[in-house]
Structure formats: C-alpha cells, structure tokens
C-alpha cells in the first residue's frame, strides 16, 4: 500500500502524502484556497465554510480543510459554483463588519481584506445598520479585543487550547450576537497569548505592544532568530527606518512550529534601548579606530609581562561568529589561558515543555562549543569570574557582550591594568571599562547561534548597526589586527566557513541564502 | 561641414608682412603659431551654466575657439527613478514619471500607463473615451515640450522674442492641462486602466479656440524665425548625421527624423488611437540642428491637427476600465461600506498586482522613443523599472557633433538635442 | 517583434540558444554568455533580420535566484524590417563580465556605461567604461537589490571632534 494518493485538482495532477488535506494538496500546486478557520498548527474546525471546493461525484460542496484527499479524487476550486460559494461566505461574514480599515490594526495583513479583494469585489445587498458589540476589551495583560472586528473563526480559542494548553477563550450568545469572550473566571494571560494575534486572521484581537503602533505596509521583514531563551524560535523581525517594531514568528516544523512565547516578543526592546552607539576610551567618547588603539595599547605591556594573567570572557548572548573571532584572538594569537563564559543566570520557572526554556541565552551550547574548539574545556562562568576578579588574579581582561556583575565585582574590575570591553548596551561595566568598542546587537548583524537542541540557526542583518557600531567580530578583528596578528575576514560567511571546519559540534552547519529586503505588503506571507 | 570661401585678409598697419592675423570668421585658420606658443585649453562648461538648459557638465579641451574634445558629464539630476520604483507600486509611480521629461509629463504618464497595461493585458479593454483623451493631453504636451524646445534654442541664439513668445502659447496649454488635471506640470492625470477624472465641460470648446491662437503664435514664430539669416547660419550643418549614423546611435523622434528616416511610433507601432488619425510625419534630409528646429516645427502643427481630429471622434463614456482590481470604487461605497473600503484599501496599499513577466512598452514622447522596461514579480510594484529614455542617446553624440566646431556651436547643439535633464538621468 | 527572428536563431545558433518565449506580443531569447556577441552580429548583419537599431540596453538583478545573478537585456529593432526581439544573457555574480556591444551598435556606449555604473557588470572591450551618473568616489553599484536604498554616501562629510 503507498504511502501517497494521486489526485486530480482543477484538471492538475498532483501525488501527494497520504492524510492530506485538499487545501494543503492545493497549496502544492500554488492554488491557495481561501479560508478562515483553517490553520495548519492547530486541530480542524471546518465553521467558516470559506474553503468550499468542489469534489466530483459530491452534490454538495465540501470543506476542502476537513476532506482528506483519496485516489482518483477530482476536485474543482475555481469554477462558477465554487467561486459563487466563496462570494456568498464573504457577503455574510461582511455583512456586520465595521468599516474599520483605517484604524484597524491588522490592515495590510488582514486575511479578509485579501479574499474579499481577490474573489469576491461585489457590493453587499443588504442596507441595514450592523449589530454592535463591545469595542475595547480588555482580555488580559496583552491582548485587547475589539469583538465586531471578530468574524468567529474560532483559531484564537483552539490556539489556546492547543498551544497554550489552557482554556481561557471561548463564544458566548448565538447567531449574529455571538461574541469573543473569556472563559469564566479567566484572564487571556499565558505566556503564549499573542500568538492568538497572529492567527486571528482580523484585527480582532490586537496585541497591546503593537497596537497602532505601524502600519503593516510600511514594516519590512528580515528572517532571523529570537535570542530570548536557548530554544531559538524561528522569527521574522519587523523593521522600518533602523528601527524594529515587532517579532513574529516565523514557521520551522523542527524548532518552533508556528509560535513563540510572548517574552521572546518582547525582546527586541532590549536591542533597542540602551545602547552603547559610539566607542569609549576611560568613559569619554572617542572614535572606534582611536578606541582600537587605546585598547591595544593597554593590552601591550600585559602581554609582555603577565600574558598569563589576561582573563577572556566569552559570550553566551553573542553569535558563534562573534565567539570564533574572540576565541582565536585570545588563544590562537595572544595565547591566554583564562576563559570564562558569561551567561544569564537560568530562570527555571520558565521552563515547560511547550517552547520556553530555563536557559535564557540564545547561545550557550555555541559559546561553550567554540571555547572547547580552542581547548578551553575548563572554562569558567561568571561566578568563577567574579570570584578570580575578587582574588586579584586577574591583571586584564578582554570582555565580550553586556555583562552583568555585582557592585564590589565591577570594582574590582575597574582596577585592572587593562579593561577591554566589546559590548551591545551601556552598563557600570562599561562605564568603568578603559575601551569600550560598540558592537551591533542581534537584529543588526549576520551570524549563526546554536540553540538547546545543537541546531545551528542563521539571523540575519535587518538594518545597519545604531551610531558607529560595528558587529563585534569585525571589532575584535581590527583589534587583533592591531595587535600584530592577521585576520582579515571580507564577509561573515567567511568566518562561518572557517569555523564549520574547525569545531565538531557545527559539523553539517548551513550558512542559508541571503534574503532579499521584503516589504511586508508585498511578502504575502500574512494576510 | 561645407568649406566657405577664402576670406579677404586685411593687413593690419605696423605688423610684419608675414604675420597674417584673420579675426572673427568661420573656417578661419587659428593664430599662426610662428614665435607665439599656444597650446590647448580645458574649459569647464556647467554644471550651472545659462547657455544649459538642465544640468550638464562638459569639459571641453578648446584650440582658440575649435573644440578638438568634449566630454559630456551627466549625473546632476540622476534622482534614482528606477530605484524607487522598485519600492513604489504602480500608482506611486505616475508622479515619478511625471518628472521624467518634465516639459511633456502626460506623455511620459501615457508611456507608463501603457506598460502596465501591457503587462496587464488589459489593453483592448480601456474605454475609447480614455484612449481619445490620453491621445490629446500627449499631444498638448508634445507641443508644450516643442515650444519650450524652440522658445529656449531660439534664446540662446539670441532671438529672445520667439522664446517670449513660444513661452506665452505654452502658459496658454498649461492652464488648459491644469484646468484638466489640477497642476501646470506634475499632472499624475493618468492611471493604469485609464485617466483620473473626466474633461471639464467647456473644456473642449475652449481649447479648439486656445489652439488657434497657438497655431498663429507658431505661425507668427515660423516667419520671424526660420528664415532668418543669421538663425540659418548658426543651425544649418551643425552637428548634421547620416541616415545610418543617426540609427547606429540609437537617435529616435525629431533628431533620427531630421537625418531621414521616417520612424515614429504613432505610426510604425500605432497605440492608443493613432492609425484612426490623419497626420503626416515630417523628415529632414541633413540631420543637422536647422532639420531639427523645423521637423519640431512641424510637428506641432501636426499636433494640432490630431487634436482636433480627437476632438471630433469623441463621444461620451467612461474614463476608466471597469475592473475591481485596477480601478478604484467610487467614494460613497468607500466612505460607507465595508465592501468599497477594503477594495479602495488594497488597491491603494497593495497596488496594482502584476502577473509575473517581463514587457518593453514604447510610445513616442516629445523626443522620441520613449520605452518601459518592466519586470514584474506579481507583487504591487515593480521588480525593475527601467526608463529608455530617447535623449540619452541623442546626448551622446553631442561631443563629436562640437568636435571641430565652433564653441558657439554648443549652442544650437545642445538646444536641439532637446536634453531634458529628468529623462536623461532619471 | 517577430517570431522569424526567433526561428532564425534557432536555425544559426541552436547550441548558443538556452531559451525562447513570447509574452504578451514580446519574442525573446535567452542566450549564452561566450556566444551572445555573435548572436548579436547576426541579428544586426544578417538579411532577414537586419536589427539595425539597439533600442536599449540595461541589466536585471535577479538575488537570491538559483542560477546566474544577473541577466543583461538587450532590446533590438530593425528600423528597415519594423519587427524587433529581446537578447537576454545570463551573467553570473563572481564573474560580472560581458563583450561589449559598442562594436555593433555604437550607440549602446552610455547604456553599457550605465549598467557598469548602477549594476557593476564590466564590458569588455568597451571604448571609455566610466561611471554613468555617480562619482567617481561612489562606492557600490546602486541598482542592486542589496544596496540599502536609504544608504548615504556624501562626499562632504561632517566628522565628529573625536
């Protein structure tokens, strides 16, 4: 028995796995069949009745999302009757929509605007006042509703079930007074409620972080990867003017399926604020190439009398690129023997089996792989770090990424010979850093980080770094450059190659094609 | 170059025989070098220069008043068009182009909105009011671009009056074109599918009065001009062309006419409505810059003449195809119903959504072959845009058309490749 | 256009010719890169066809495509024969260099400048291949889908006092 069907769909033959529904058959050969309810992260629910399709020897019209496919099926998706069908759905779930559009969150990606306009483009027949219903309404910590918008799709609701694992959403009252509301007693507030924003196919449900933030058509979309937690989910990140507005995120049956959680959301604030923009030398700006200098100068002398007391941190928060070059600047050229890794501390109340996990840095596992490509197996972490400052073991210290440490700590550090600090945001750190040079955080740089499970995912760059920063590698090369050693890296897929053939652990690594700037009203890929 | 005859030599009183100084004539033999060292001079000509229209700068190596090498320097105005048209959708773009030739937009409108409809498909179906209206704002506008062309050459040869009064006849079609369309110059009046809005009533009355008084200010400007014995002497064989040497270079429009060759879009590849139309082309023999004024000159009569020929063809109907994908909904189903409003709301933010393909669209434009190049990817907007513009080419052998001329030969040169600064640099 | 200009390509050039289409009324071929200048000889000399006239020459950034990177489009006429074809030629990223067409239509010397200048390909054999439009300092070659349309490069630059 195979394990694929063979049917026919409007005159084309397609082979496809058994299981399948019609609409996702249809999907292959290009055809997307207009729909609602349907999604394919969650269970079938066949209510909206807008993917209609016609099955030969079938009197009625079936929901191609519900009707898997079968040998010899022959099925129409574009004849009269179908296309009346879809025009028909329109006309009645438009019937009560508020004419919203310019105030309306969702419009430039709303599902409705777009199969109205390409199937349907008939003025309505009925001429009566619409049914009202609460505009404004407060469904929890992130959501706000506005339940006419609402067209009873019901994704929201399985969304929660399904994802989340929680049920808090659910109708209430029938026929056209039928309303989105919570569950008794609930708030919308697990840590996966805006995905139900992403599914809702209209502006019903709006995410409070976003709402009437940016129009949809004036974002532009980069893929590339959250850096919240080690899970890595797969995101589009959403930019206008330098500046990143939302993350959505983007499907990987592998990784993160059609979600995220709704801290990862947020983090593309943290990339936004505080940063450092321009290099520092004893706390006063300079510019990066006077800071370069500075900051081999400082490390000069130490490396002719004590290289042994030179500590390099690595970077948990920072891409496998930026961790290479770091790694071999200080031990294939200097020869220092002291590394740390500095790591957020786990946060294990986050973890759960849906996609949180405890470890909140995005690159752990790719940190630690590249320090072990250099031999530095027994590397410290950060308390390690705080406890050999403390001491007095250290004279100087080469920091890369935003770390956090204790008062007394930071002290300590601040009466090193030599501090050298190649980091995103500004920080007491920082402040009492000899060099600061600023790095471009991660929505602004290409590279690689490697997530919980060993995967090697790419980011990519969606805007040029704030003020003069640059990304760290191409900082820690010009400072290696200073200091006497050659490294010249042209691009960052040539670090990338390099690396792949030095540390095991990114053995079969793809560096992925480049993406092309998308507007997101010309990407389709939402609404 | 005809070779003129020997000019008398007056011997001036205290100077050695054998010193002969000539001033002041064509063909005239440099100073003789004999004791007196000379040696060629790079003179910078723009960017901002008041013999330029546009700007344009040129490095001319001179030998006394011979030009022996011209480089032509563009860049000044390049505005990348055809990169943000990439980021624009189709509709965005009609102000673009309306800057392209920025002394006969609609022309450059019509263009565009051609290719878009070819690349639609949707050409048989824009309605034969639209199609007669385009036909006469092109037309108006290829007279504006010839007035301007004639008023600004004949200026800087010195005839301010014909400039005066070319310019007058121009302000008269503007007002026309801004009663039609809401501006003097950055029109936009055309969409893909058709025209904003329809003529004005009263309209077409007023301008077969207007183009009387224009055709007698053409008239008037053709005796005062086109004989004169000065003019002549200043545009005839400058800068002339061969028949195969204007094609090799890629000359369209009134230049490749003046050297001979009868190619015109309106009639070689009709579009819009010109096979229904009578109207002659006219062809010059020498390709040189008196050809080109008077091929120009012509043309506006012929222009005239397809006007009114418009006028009398027309009858009431639409202005614009009747599709929901192309045209917007009226406004009082935009303004109070969800229907109209989504579908205004996609047409505009979406844009026009192009099925994926390449065409190359070309009309005649107020210098020649104006063509589209559009690559479209099935979005709103285009994968690439490119503009041919006709004076590109013209432009490009202004430098060896002043080699070996006279500097005062840039002049009538550079006025009758008719650059227009927008087009050419995009 | 005209499909006779097709069907003798064809004819001539079988081995150089990746492809022919017809879209909405436009004949085109795609031909390879090492043949292209002759193919372009043919159409001009050659009787029947007899493309006396290149109507324009411009480059297509295709990034992010399988296959060759750029593609240069030739758009040809014969004033003498009134039909016309479209020559596209494959170019691939790490080797952005082409023949010259100057030799046959020597009109195509600022179109040919132009694509060197807004997409970097290199012809030829070309009589004088400057920038078109930028200057000369402008680094990077603008129409290329992955230069940031917003990017700035004044000459004049205001430096900070650090």
């Given amino acids: 028995m195979s394990e694929t069907v063979k049917l026919t769909i409007d005159g084309r033959e397609i082979e496809v796995p058994k299981g399948t529904n019609i609409l996702e058959a249809a999907k292959k050969l290009g055809d997307e069949i207009s729909h609602f309810c349907y999604h394919p992260g969650l ?50 779930t438009l019937v009560n929509h508020p004419v919203d559009c310019p105030i309306c969150d969702k419009a430039g990606e709303c599902l409705l605007q777009r199969h109205y306009f390409d199937w349907d483009r008939k003025s309505s027949r009925v001429d009566m006042d619409k049914v009202h219903k609460p505009k404004k309404v407060d469904l929890g910590p992130t959501i706000v509703l506005d339940a006419e918008r609402c067209i009873l799709c019901s994704r929201c609701i399985r969304a929660c079930d399904e994802v989340a694992g929680v049920h808090q959403l659910e109708f209430v009252n029938r026929g056209d007074h039928s309303e989105l509301t919570t569950a008794p007693g609930q708030l919308l507030d697990n840590p996966y409620s805006v995905n139900t924003v992403d599914v809702c196919p209209v502006g019903a449900l709006t995410a409070k972080d976003f709402r009437f933030a940016m129009r949809a058509w004036e974002l532009y979309t980069t893929p590339s990867v959250c850096n919240g937690c080690a899970t890595g989910c797969n995101v589009e990140v959403h930019h206008a003017a330098g500046q990143t507005h939302r993350l959505v995120p983007r499907p990987n049956p592998d990784v993160n399926k059609y979600w995220m959680c709704d801290e990862g959301r947020l983090t593309y604030k943290a990339a936004q604020t505080n940063r450092l923009a321009g290099a520092t030398i004893d706390g006063l700006p300079a510019s990066p190439e006077k800071a370069i200098a500075a900051a081999a100068a400082r490390l000069q002398p130490l490396l002719d009398s004590e290289r042994g007391a030179i500590g390099v941190v690595f970077s948990a928060t920072h891409s496998n690129e930026d961790n290479w070059v770091l790694g071999r600047l200080a031990h294939e050229f200097l020869g220092l023997q002291r590394a740390y890794i500095a790591a957020r501390a786990p946060v294990p109340e986050r973890a759960d089996k849906i996609l949180r996990d405890a470890d909140v840095n995005p690159n752990l596992k790719g940190a630690r792989a590249v320090a072990g490509a250099f031999g530095q197996s027994g590397q410290g972490d950060l308390v390690a770090l705080a406890a050999d400052l403390r001491s007095g073991k250290l004279r100087g210290l080469i920091v890369l990424g935003d770390v956090v440490l204790p008062d007394d700590v930071v002290d300590a550090a601040a009466r090193l010979s030599a501090l050298v600090l190649v980091t995103t945001h500004q920080g007491a750190l920082e402040r009492a850093a000899h060099v600061a040079l600023p790095a471009a955080a991660w929505p602004e740089m290409h590279g690689t980080i490697t997530n919980r499970d060993g995967r090697v995912q790419r980011m990519r760059a969606a805007y040029e770094p704030a003020g003069k920063a640059l990304p760290a590698w191409e900082l820690l090369a010009k400072l290696a450059r200073k200091l006497g050693a050659t490294m010249e890296y042209p691009y960052p897929r040539a670090i990338f190659k390099e690396m792949v053939e030095k540390v095991a652990a990114f053995a079969g690594a793809e560096w992925g094609k480049e993406a092309q700037l998308v507007q997101l009203r010309f990407a389709n890929s939402r609404g | 170059m005809q070779e003129p005859s020997k000019p008398p030599v007056p011997v001036l009183p205290g100077v050695p025989a054998q010193r002969t100084v000539v001033l002041g004539q064509r063909g005239a033999q440099d100073l003789d070098s004999d004791g007196l060292p000379t040696e060629p001079m790079k003179i910078n000509m723009g960017p901002s220069h008041p013999a330029m229209h546009g700007t344009v700068r040129m490095v001319i190596t001179v030998d006394g008043e011979r030009i022996r090498d011209a480089d032509i320097q563009l860049g000044y105005m390049h ?13 965005q773009i009609f102000p673009y182009t309306d800057r392209l030739n920025y002394v006969s937009p609609l022309c450059n409108n019509v263009g565009f909105a051609l290719a878009v409809e070819k690349a639609l498909d949707i050409t048989r179906k824009i309605p034969e009011r639209a199609q007669y209206i385009r036909m006469i704002v092109s037309e108006l506008s290829r007279i504006t671009d010839h007035l301007t062309c004639l008023g600004a050459s004949s200026m800087e040869l010195g005839a301010f009056t014909i400039f005066l009064w070319m310019l007058k006849a121009r302000e008269w079609l503007f007002t026309d074109l801004e009663e039609v369309t809401g501006a003097r110059l950055t029109h936009s009046y055309v969409r893909v599918g058709g025209v904003v809005a329809d003529l004005p009533t009263g309209w077409i009355e007023k301008v077969r009065d207007r183009l009387t008084r224009v055709e007698a200010v053409i008239d008037e400007c053709d005796q005062t001009i086109s004989g004169l014995r000065i003019f002549r002497d200043r545009m005839e064989n400058v800068g002339p062309f061969t028949r195969e040497q204007a094609i090799a270079w890629g000359w369209t429009g009134p230049a490749l006419r003046s050297a001979g060759v009868d190619y015109d879009v309106r009639k070689d590849a009709p579009y819009l409505f010109y096979d229904r139309m009578e109207f002659d082309v006219p062809v010059g023999d020498r390709g040189d810059c008196y050809d080109r004024f008077m091929v120009r000159m012509i043309e506006m009569r012929q222009s005239i003449k397809i006007v009114r020929q418009c006028f009398d063809q027309m009858k009431p109907g639409d202005v614009i195809v009747d599709d929901g994908r192309i045209a917007l909904p009226p406004k009082n189903e935009v303004y109070n119903s969800i229907e109209g409003m989504i579908n205004h709301f996609k047409i505009i933010m979406d844009g026009i959504r192009v099925p994926p393909g390449e065409t190359y669209s070309y009309s005649e434009g107020g210098n ?12 709103g907007r285009p994968y690439k845009l490119h503009c041919r513009a006709p004076c590109f080419y013209v432009l490009q052998t202004a430098g060896a058309q002043i080699k070996n001329a006279l500097i005062s030969d840039i002049v009538p040169v550079f006025g009758m490749a008719n650059y227009i600064a927008g087009e050419c640099e995009r | 256009m005209s499909q006779k200009i097709l069907d003798r390509l064809l004819e001539k050039f079988p081995d150089a010719v990746l492809s022919t289409s017809n879209f909405r009324g436009d004949e085109v071929a795609i031909v390879k890169r090492e043949r292209a200048l002759d193919v372009l000889r043919f159409l001009k000399d050659d009787a029947e066809c007899l493309l006396d006239m290149a109507r324009t020459v411009t480059a297509i950034d295709w990034l992010g495509r399988d296959g060759d990177r750029f593609e240069m489009v030739y758009q040809l006429y014969s004033i003498t024969r009134k039909h016309g074809v479209r020559i596209k030629v494959p170019v691939p990223e790490d080797d952005p260099t082409i023949d010259t067409c100057t030799t046959l239509w020597p009109g195509m010397n600022w179109a040919e400048r132009e694509a060197w200048d807004m997409y970097g390909i290199k012809f030829r054999g070309h009589p004088d291949l400057r920038r078109m439009f930028m200057y000369e300092e402008f680094v990077g070659h603008p129409l290329r889908k992955d230069y940031p349309k917003e990017k700035r490069q004044p000459l004049i630059r205001r430096e900070g006092m650090v």
């Fill in chain 2, 368 to 379: 020649g072959e104006l063509g589209f190049f559009i690559v479209a990817d099935g979005s």
């Fill in chain 1, 43 to 92: 269970s079938i629910a066949a209510s909206c009745r807008q993917c209609l399709v016609e099955i030969s020897g079938n009197p009625k019209l079936q929901p191609s999302c519900q009707m898997t496919v079968t040998e010899g099926m022959k099925v129409s998706t574009a004849n009269e009757r179908v296309i009346t069908a879809r025009r028909q759905m329109l006309e009645f």
């Fill in chain 2, 79 to 91: 505005r990348c068009f055809e990169k943000e048209s990439e980021y624009a959708t189709y509709t």
